[in-house]
C-alpha cells in the first residue's frame, strides 16, 4: 500500500473512538533528485554520458492530514480551475469507512517548502464501487481545492494536466509522487504495460508510502512539464507492494463521469 502507514494509524484510532499516445522508451531505474529539488545527473552503464531525470511539474503536490504529507495528487484541467485527481483511497477509506477529513494540498512541494502555500480539500468524490467494496479497478478520486482569501484558481497558479480516458495501456510516461520519508518528489520516465483487464502497470524505483495519488504523465512539454494523465498509483495491491513496481486503475468511462461530477460540483 502507497498511502502513509501514518495516516492509516490515525484512521483506525479514530474509528475506534467512534489521458493518448503510444510510444515505446527504453526501461531505466530512476535517476535521484537533489535536496535543492533540482536533477542529479546518474551515471549510466557502459560509460554513457549522464542523463538528467524529468524534475516535477508545480501542477503536482503533497496531500497533508494533521501537518504530515501522505499521499500525492495533482491538478487536471477544468473550466473552474481547481481540480484534483489522486488515488480513491488517499481521500475515502474504502469498504466500511468514509471520507477523509482536514485535507489540504501543496502544488509544487519541495524541501518542506509549499511555493504555492496550502489549499483546502474539499468535494471529494469516489466512485460507488470503492465506496462500497474497495474496488482495485475504481481506486481513482476526485475533488476540488481553494485557498482562503485568494481569488486566484489553483490552476491559474501552479497549472494543469489534462485528463484522458479511455487509451492505450501501453504509453511513455513521467511518474511523480511524494515518498512519506522524503519533502522531495520521486520522478521517474517508463513505459507502461497492461496488469489485467483495468488495471496498468510500470516499473519505476523508489516509489514507497507516500507516492499514492502520484499522476501518469504522457505527453509531458519539456518547458512546462505538463501532459495528460492516464492514471495514478492505485489500484492493485493499492498502487503495488514492491517500491520498484507501480499500478494503476485504468482510466474509463467511470473515471470520466466522475471527474465531469467534481467540475460541476466546483
Request: aromatic letters at 8%.
Amino acid at each position: 500500500m502507497r498511502r502513509s502507514a501514518l495516516l492509516l494509524a490515525l484512521v483506525v484510532v479514530l474509528a475506534l473512538g467512534a489521458v493518448v499516445a503510444t510510444v515505446i522508451v527504453t526501461s531505466a531505474p530512476q535517476n535521484p533528485i537533489a535536496d535543492d529539488g533540482s536533477a542529479v545527473a546518474a551515471a549510466q552503464a557502459g560509460g554513457a554520458k549522464p542523463q538528467l531525470p524529468p524534475v516535477s511539474s508545480t501542477a503536482v503536490g503533497a496531500l497533508f492530514v494533521d501537518g504530515s504529507h501522505y499521499c500525492t495528487a495533482s491538478v487536471v484541467h477544468s473550466d473552474p480551475g481547481d481540480v484534483l485527481v489522486t488515488a480513491a483511497h488517499c481521500i475515502h477509506n474504502g469498504e466500511g469507512g468514509d471520507y477523509i477529513s482536514g485535507i489540504t494540498f501543496a502544488p509544487g512541494f519541495h524541501n518542506g517548502i509549499a511555493p504555492f502555500g496550502f489549499w483546502d480539500v474539499s468535494n471529494e468524490l469516489v466512485a460507488p464501487g470503492w465506496a462500497s467494496s474497495s474496488d482495485p479497478d475504481l481506486d481513482v478520486g476526485f475533488a476540488t481545492a481553494h485557498q482562503r482569501g485568494n481569488p486566484k484558481t489553483l490552476e491559474s497558479v501552479a497549472g494543469a494536466n489534462k485528463l484522458a480516458t479511455s487509451g492505450a495501456f501501453v504509453q511513455p510516461i513521467t511518474l511523480t509522487g511524494y515518498p512519506d520519508d522524503s519533502d522531495v518528489p520521486a520522478v521517474c520516465q517508463n513505459t507502461t504495460s497492461q496488469q489485467d483487464t483495468y488495471q496498468l502497470r510500470v516499473d519505476c524505483v523508489g516509489f514507497p508510502n507516500g507516492t499514492s495519488g502520484g499522476p501518469w504523465v504522457t505527453q509531458q512539454d519539456p518547458k512546462t512539464r505538463l501532459g495528460t494523465v492516464i492514471g495514478v498509483i492505485g489500484g492493485f495491491q493499492y498502487g503495488g507492494d514492491d517500491p520498484d513496481t507501480s499500478y494503476s486503475s485504468y482510466f474509463d468511462t467511470d473515471v470520466a463521469a466522475l471527474y465531469r461530477q467534481t467540475a460541476s460540483r466546483s
